[in-house]
Structure formats: structure tokens, C-alpha cells
């Protein structure tokens, strides 16, 4: 079994930062990709960014330039720090990695979600 815990999330005003944590845990033999996903209400998931095992990263187009995504392959965790955040950036967000076990074997898997609200 493989567990994803994120923190971070919160309340912040509009212009303001936050950082989101996650880490995984549990029978893994390594961690391929990485990503920050978030969900809006009413809306379909959307991904936010994504790092490889090598760091390489991509970013939505509407967070590019505000949303730094990074991770620690020997902690297994994967963090997304994000500045200048406006109310659209509200939604709860979600950390995805796709784990393989011991056998080698890939599954994906999903955080529990930490919301963030961006409100004056």
C-alpha cells in the first residue's frame, strides 16, 4: 500500500503565497512522476505541474511564472510553492505520483486533496 499525505493548504488573500506539501509513503521502490492537480467547484480536475524523476517540469499555462513545483527524491516528497495568488486559484488541489513497487509494477496515485482559497 502506498500513501500520499498533503499539507499546506489554507486560506490566503488575494497577491498572497502558499506552499503545498506531499509526501508518499509505503511499498515503494521508486517514484516516477510527480504532479500537482486541482479541482475547482464545478469544474473538472485540471493539472497545475508536473516533475519527472529528473526534474524536468511542465506548468499550465495559467500558473506559469507563479507556481514553482519541486521535489526530494530521497524524502519522497513533492512540493508546489505558489505566489501572487489570485482568486481563480481557488480549488482544492491534489498531489499525483505514480509509484512501482518491488515487483516493478506502475500504479498511479492520488492525495487526498488540500484546498486552498484565495479571498480578501
Known amino acids: 500500500q502506498v500513501q500520499l499525505v498533503e499539507s499546506g493548504g489554507g486560506l490566503v488573500q488575494p497577491g498572497g503565497s502558499l506552499r503545498l506539501s506531499c509526501a508518499a509513503s509505503?511499498?515503494?521502490?521508486?517514484?516516477?512522476?510527480m504532479g500537482w492537480y486541482r479541482q475547482a467547484s464545478g469544474k473538472q480536475r485540471e493539472l497545475v505541474a508536473t516533475?519527472?524523476?529528473?526534474?524536468?517540469?511542465n506548468y499550465a499555462d495559467s500558473v506559469k511564472g507563479r507556481v514553482t513545483i519541486s521535489r526530494d527524491n530521497a524524502k519522497r516528497t513533492v512540493d508546489l510553492q505558489m505566489l501572487s495568488l489570485k482568486p481563480e486559484d481557488t480549488a482544492v488541489y491534489y498531489c499525483?505520483?505514480?509509484?512501482?513497487?518491488?515487483?516493478?509494477?506502475?500504479?498511479?496515485?492520488w492525495g487526498q486533496g488540500t484546498q486552498v482559497t484565495v479571498s480578501s
Open positions: 499525483n505520483t505514480l509509484i512501482f513497487d518491488y515487483w516493478l509494477r506502475r500504479s498511479e496515485y
Open positions: 509505503g511499498s515503494i521502490y521508486s517514484i516516477g512522476a
Open positions: 516533475i519527472t524523476s529528473g526534474g524536468s517540469t
